[in-house]
């Protein structure tokens, strides 16, 4: 049968215009979706299908599917036939409506609608499901219902505008990715197993038992070294959009499974890896959120944590730190003396506009409290500036005149603005003020003041990382600021057998708006190299590794990769607030799913199967 010859399923009588075969429609029992109807489409007969939204008179009824509503309108000689049915009818029940379009009646249009100058006159209605009458919750985006009941109800969850927004932006986004990497540069999209075994390094991983008894595989947090043993496969453009694993806890907003656009390539740099990434996200990028322009800007680690106190700065806002340390050498303020006396000790400054005249001293303590969390040798001074632009704290009361009018000119002070200064080593200073630089935004914007604009999208790479970082546990030792497969900054490699703690990699993280969306780097590619990294400096055992330094040693190519966290970049597009948002099912934030009660027990005989005993 031709596609101008189809016709509704199950309908004897309507036909398909020969340009609906192919559109959102096809395929279905239906003409229209409930938003597309417009007064050109007056006296067509057609077939809705969806949801109950609202009922009045027993004589109007609103039906409602993703793309929009159309009223609907039961003529006075169908009334007692159609009473029958509609009477005491839930919302929320799915039906499936044959009607003809009409004009709405002269002071009955409404504008708020996109349907709104035209209804529908019903000739046949069928109740496809009737819903429940008692809902947890209503389906409508004015009403507020807690987080938990919305996951324990997903499916209901669901039907509101702003999750079936985002899934469908999700879904067309990926759709272009791939479109850009398959069609356009002809990636290889390879999926990689999900039994794995333990990797060493790195974020907890979950750990699933077998039928041999102590022996377990693991979920892998990536495919990183799937990834790489398709690089030496000669698999030389790879790509995949990929399920992910990460045993974190009860960290808030994240899910303990998550989705990454996973790409490797072999013969390739930094930069080639940095502009195959800014090409692929303008050419994925909504239209809506208008254009993105190319190249995005470059920071180095050190740049970003100097001047904004964090590795993946908010450069929306025009907030920077500034180093005081010249102008407190020679005074004798002890909490800045003892600090300015030894290494890597310094005095850092930030400036908040205008923050004194929106907030209280308990706010100003409560945000330097949090902002101290995890770090505890940092004093921290508050200066209050007076409404004639001078400086007011009793730590600087001992300051000579001409210092403290030097430090208004270097900071740029204005009456009302909050000044806060931190002493302390290394970037410790730099990373408390980088806190309350976005706490105290975060502030203000909950007082209605637009600090940051929400349509703004600033997208960043950093780069230069240190390779090593002091173990976070506090012992002795290094641990690899991201991976162990990270190759060295070219002009540091020889210093990796001296001194590792100064070593610069080759990793770069791609920021927008203060949120890290992705991170790569260029790759390990040497066997003898990656096993010293390994065994010598991370003090791990190689022999877990030993199928992948065989793999480097069967001429494996110079290569490197990205991989984009698809969750957290669709969150910050749609400008949620949690990156459950934008997933279909997610987990709580203690990594439980309220729906189906997971994690959950299993049966004794599965336990045998697979030789657990369960303390509790």
């Known amino acids: 049968m031709h596609c101008r010859d189809h016709w509704i399923a199950g309908s004897d009588s309507i036909f398909v215009e020969p340009w609906l075969w192919c559109n959102k429609v096809s395929y279905t029992a239906r003409s229209h979706t409930c938003g597309e109807l417009r007064l050109p489409d007056v006296k067509k007969d057609v077939v809705l299908c969806g949801w109950l939204q609202y009922e009045r008179f027993g004589l109007f009824l609103l039906l409602r599917d993703w793309h929009g509503m159309t009223q609907l309108v039961i003529p006075e000689d169908q009334k007692d036939v159609m009473s029958e049915k509609i009477t005491n009818l839930p919302f929320e029940s799915v039906l499936r409506v044959h009607g003809c379009v009409r004009a709405r009646p002269e002071g009955q249009t409404n504008e708020k609608m996109n349907t709104g100058e035209i209804e529908v006159v019903v000739k046949d209605l069928h109740i496809l499901n009737r819903c429940t009458p008692r809902l947890p919750f209503e389906i409508k985006d004015f009403f507020k219902v807690k987080e938990l009941l919305r996951m324990q109800y997903r499916y209901l969850d669901i039907r509101r505008h702003e999750l079936q927004r985002n899934l469908r932006l999700r879904s067309k986004m990926v759709m272009k990715m791939r479109q850009f990497l398959s069609e356009l540069h002809e990636f290889v999209e390879v999926e990689t197993p999900t039994l794995f075994r333990k990797t060493p390094g790195g974020a907890k991983e979950f750990v699933v038992p077998s039928r041999y008894a102590g022996k377990f595989y693991s979920l892998p947090q990536s495919p990183q070294q799937f990834k790489q043993l398709l690089m030496v496969g000669g698999i030389d453009r790879y790509y995949q959009i990929a399920r992910c694993y990460r045993d974190e806890g009860a960290k808030p907003d994240r899910q303990p499974e998550f989705t990454q656009v996973d790409i490797e390539m072999s013969f390739v740099d930094q930069e080639g890896i940095m502009r195959l990434t800014e090409e692929l996200v303008s050419w994925a990028w ?16 050190q740049e970003a944590m100097t001047k904004y106190g964090s590795d993946k700065p908010d450069t929306r806002l025009d907030m920077l730190i500034q180093d005081v340390s010249d102008m407190f050498k020679d005074t004798n303020i002890e909490m800045f003396h003892k600090v300015l006396g030894k290494d890597s000790g310094s005095v850092q400054a930030l400036r908040v506009p205008g923050f004194w005249k929106h907030c209280s001293n308990k706010d100003i303590e409560s945000l330097i409290t949090s902002a101290k969390k995890g770090i505890s040798d940092v004093n921290v ?3 209050k500036i007076k409404d004639d ?48 630089r976005l706490s105290c935004a975060d502030l203000l914007e909950s007082k209605g003041l637009e600090v940051r604009d929400k349509s703004r999208f600033d997208f960043l790479w950093v780069h230069e990382f240190p390779l090593f970082l002091p173990r976070e546990d506090g012992a002795d030792g290094l641990e690899s600021a991201h991976h162990p497969f990270t190759a060295p900054h070219p002009d540091d490699v020889d210093v990796i057998y001296t001194h590792p703690e100064m070593v610069r990699s080759q ?4 920021v927008l708006n203060g949120n890290e969306i992705g991170g790569g780097s ?18 791990e055992n190689a022999e877990e590794l030993e199928h992948l330094l065989e793999a480097l040693d069967s001429g494996c190519p110079p290569h490197g990769g990205i991989a984009l966290g698809l969750d957290r970049f669709l969150a910050v597009i749609c400008g949620s607030n949690s990156i459950r948002d934008v997933i279909a099912f997610p987990k709580s934030h203690d990594g439980k799913d309220p729906m189906s009660k997971a994690p959950a027990d299993i049966s004794q005989d599965d336990m045998d199967r697979y030789h657990i005993s369960v303390t509790r």
């Open 286 to 301: 909504p239209e809506e959120k208008g254009v993105i322009s190319l190249p995005f800007r470059r920071m180095t680690y």
């Open 381 to 383: 001074v508050v200066l």
């Open 389 to 436: 632009a001078s400086l007011q704290s009793g730590v600087i009361k001992n300051m000579e005149e001409s210092g403290r009018k030097q430090l208004e000119k270097r900071l740029e002070i204005s009456d009302g603005d909050l000044v806060f200064m931190a002493a302390g080593f290394a970037f410790d200073p730099h990373t408390i003020l980088g806190r309350l």
């Open 507 to 510: 990793h770069y993280d791609l």
């Open 522 to 539: 260029i790759r390990i590619h040497n066997s003898d190299l990656q096993r010293y990294v390994i065994e010598n400096i991370l003090k």
